[in-house]
Nanobody, 126 residues
């Protein structure tokens, strides 16, 4: 399984971006997929996870109500729609597939994810 992120860029505060996490080499339906973000000097932070076991969705507290995760099985892709972006959302965003299969690892534990993509930069500034 290989994951590739795309869709990052630079936006002004209040703007929106839609990130894509596209898989190859395996059917992404067999995996829960999580989005994470990281800024230099800080640990990777869990943003959202979409489980395929029962459709459960989880969001980090800092993005609830602003970000939405969804999946297009036909395109083997998971998306992250980010609205009302703020400067504190600036980070490199990466997606990872759950090592627990179709279940989202609890509390976005990093050792529960693998097959990381290379990441895509999101910059929010005026």
């Amino acid at each position: 399984l290989q994951l590739v992120e795309s869709g990052g860029g630079s936006v002004q505060p209040g703007g929106s971006l839609r990130l894509s996490c596209t898989a190859s080499g395996s059917n992404l339906e067999y995996y829960a997929v999580g989005w994470f973000r990281q800024v230099p000097g800080k640990e990777r932070e869990g943003v959202s996870c979409h489980a395929t076991s029962d459709g459960s969705i989880f969001y980090g507290d800092s993005v609830k109500g602003r970000f939405t995760i969804d999946r297009d099985s036909a395109k083997n892709t998971v998306y992250l729609q980010m609205n009302n972006l703020q400067p504190e959302d600036t980070a490199v965003y990466s997606c990872g597939a759950s090592l627990w299969g179709m279940i989202c690892p609890s509390n976005f534990r990093l050792d529960g994810y693998g097959f990381w993509g290379q990441g895509t930069q999101v910059t929010v500034s005026s």
